[in-house]
């Protein structure tokens, strides 16, 4: 019985140190041997999928029936290339009519522009027509006013003599008769006078008086119509700003008249169309969706490794599906989301491992689709 007993404890012994010994050789190949744990493999292996920016092309400001749809999804286009086109029959009519005021606008503007030019002309000719009558009517008041002088001095002396009978009734009755006109001519030039100086200051008119020159005198007839020539001119403004209205308008629906038809703003490949032939588009509302040629992918590395990855470092990166590598450029490095942060289940629940977002934009020559693997290793 107690050789069974020693026996047994014995064979306890010795599977006790067997399996001490295989737990130390394993301790030690796990040690010596790559980690798998979640940090080593995240600061060891960076890898994301190939993506490709997409953009929405929209008619710009512009809405319609869709007339044109001369391409299908999944097909290349080149920049420039013509998408899609708009009905333009409303807006073409509108271009047309606008065409037509503005013409109207201009040939009303070039009109008073030469009624001006002929009214200030006219204006100006009639001024020094004004002078030359000023002047003559001012050397007729003088000979009017001499004239009147001397036919007073013949009365003056017909009534002297009349009393002494020196001279006949009939003498005397002609020299107040010519007394009478003379006062009657000189008071008609005087009114003529006044009524062609009319608006003229009492300088200018004393000036008249002494030099007999008109020139430069204000007349209330010139002033009016210089006056009328100047509201000319804020009718020529008037016109110019309805001009330059309308041009706002012409150059806007031309605009408009553009964008009904939709280009490929770069080289790409249609992901969608959103609308087919004879549906209602509304203005700014995406149309087609177009997969372009800058294509990325996205790694994260922690935040001791981010350092190296700032924007503009240029990384190499292999394809996992042929093993190629590709050259790429670093875009930007961004904190990540929390959920991309590595964590394990502690007391606090604090993070073992906070990550970082880095986009890295390939070469557009590279030859490799969307969809791929490709995995950065910077150990």
Request: proline share 1%; glycine share 4%.
């Amino acid at each position: 019985m107690s050789r069974f007993n020693s026996h047994t404890s014995r064979s306890v012994i010795r599977l006790v140190i067997i399996m001490l010994l295989l737990l130390t050789l394993s301790s030690f190949l796990i040690f010596l041997g790559s980690r798998g744990d979640a940090s080593t493999v995240a600061q060891r292996i960076k890898s994301g999928v190939l993506t490709a920016d997409e953009i929405n092309v929209a008619f710009e400001n512009v809405g319609g029936t869709l007339m044109e749809r001369n391409l299908i999804e999944s097909q290349e286009v080149k920049k420039g290339q013509l998408l899609l086109a708009l009905d333009e029959v409303d807006t073409k009519i509108t271009l047309d009519g606008l065409k037509a005021k503005l013409q109207a606008q201009e040939a009303e503007l070039k009109s008073i522009e030469e009624n001006i030019i002929i009214k200030t002309r006219a204006t100006d000719l009639q001024e020094d027509k004004l002078f030359f009558e000023i002047e003559q009517a001012q050397a007729a008041l003088h000979s009017a006013v001499a004239a009147e002088k001397l036919a007073q001095l013949e009365f003056d002396r017909s009534a002297s003599l009349i009393n002494s009978k020196s001279i006949s009734k009939s003498v005397y009755d002609s020299n107040l008769t010519a007394k009478n006109q003379a006062h009657a001519a000189r008071v008609q030039a005087q009114r003529r006078l006044d009524a062609l100086t009319l608006g003229a200051t009492q300088e200018q008119k004393d000036h008249l008086e002494k030099t007999g020159s008109a020139n430069g005198m204000t007349l209330s007839i010139i002033e009016n119509e210089r006056l009328a020539i100047a509201n000319m001119h804020n009718d020529v403004t008037a016109t110019q700003a309805r001009i330059a209205q309308l041009q706002s308008d012409l150059d806007k629906t031309n605009l408009n008249y553009k964008r009904l038809k939709l280009y490929a703003p770069e080289d790409g490949k249609v992901l969608k169309i959103l609308y087919q032939k004879g549906e209602i588009i509304s203005p700014n509302s995406p149309a087609v969706i177009l997969e372009t040629k800058r294509r990325y992918f996205e790694i994260y590395v922690s935040e001791k490794q981010v350092k190296k990855y700032t924007p503009g470092t240029k990384v190499k990166a292999q394809v996992v599906a042929t093993e190629e590598e590709v050259e790429g450029v670093v875009r930007f490095a961004t904190a990540a989301p929390s959920f991309a942060d590595l964590r394990m289940t502690r007391e606090h629940g604090q993070a073992d491992l906070t990550m970082f977002k880095v986009r890295i934009y390939i070469d557009e020559k590279a030859d490799v689709l969307c969809g791929m693997t490709l995995e950065v290793n910077d150990e």
